[in-house]
């Protein structure tokens, strides 16, 4: 399935125009001095294309900080008269996106919260109708792409060209390196579906961390991603919200130079060789494949710690039989080899025995 968004090109200010679209700054807008430091310090490094800053936070919880409102949005024109970057914004409700535009704000994104709320989309789309604005639509919080493609085709109706998506990683219950699984084959899906469409990833909102920044945003380069959203802080440490995931304008400098830039290819960009495309796509499905196996493993063991207390026997045979038949229904119902599977449910049974009877061996020797 292809969808035909009917898009034009974003600006991207930077001089160079094979640089990727670099948008950066605070994740909130704090004080008008926070603002414009970080801004010139971002300006002075020749590798911005738009200051971002949040201007109304949405928070998990109540309490936290909310972000500053209307008068953080006289800061961004501020920035903007003295530094001639573009400016940025989230928008979640249609008198957000009516008071950004009132204050000539020139690029807004939609958040992960607010795009998996279709009715909250429409308002906003309501709201900007016809205007001239960029508008970039982060990937809901959930892993549900269709729910992503449906909030841009809003956007998209309501006449809004200069579109792009943010990949900016899914929340998961399971424990994963990063604060948001970044599941890249959903944003490589992403991109075979809707074509042309730009898609910029927020290695921030990935990672969580702000030493994971770096790799994450070479990982999103490599797979031909079209910009990244990076948070800077003037003096992260400080921040009023998620303080551990911003750099310091020198760290972002920095990690901006040591970036690696694809090769330019002799195919147009945008388009990858399907061998390309097929191969990022495994590289993300063994990644995830990885982390549920790791995930997998862990539990084995608590499981073996739970049979050492409670004096239980490493192998129950009822329970694997069980596994290898619903599993094996599940993989032919899935097209693959029987056989195939059944090898690979034995491989990875057979390591989880090997870590419970480690586990009852230790205590073994303990005893002894
Ligand atoms: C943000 O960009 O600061 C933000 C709140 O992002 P997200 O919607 O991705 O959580
Ligand atoms: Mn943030």
New binding site residues.
Partial sequence: MKIDLKLTPIANHLEDPGWPLLIAGP??AESERQMLDTARQLKASNRISCF?A?IW??RTRPGAFEGVGEIGLEWMQAVKRETGLLTAC?VATAEHARLAMKYGVDIL?V????SANPFSVQEIADTIKGCPVTVLV?NP?NPDLQLWIGALERLNRAGITRLAA?H?GFSAYEKTPFRNAPLWNIAIELKTICPGLPIIC?P??ITGARELVPLVAQKALDLDMHGL?V?VHNNPDVAK??AAQQLLPVDYARMIRDLRLREASPLKAGTLSALDAYRQEIDALDDGIMQKLARRMELSRKIGEYKRENNLMVLQLSRWEEILHHRAALGKAMGMDEGFVKKLLELVHEESINLQAEIMNEAALKKN
């Fill in positions: 994740c909130s971002r949040g936070k949405p989230e994104w958040g992960a919260r607010t982060k919080v943010i900016r927020d921030s909102h959203m948070e919200s998620d």
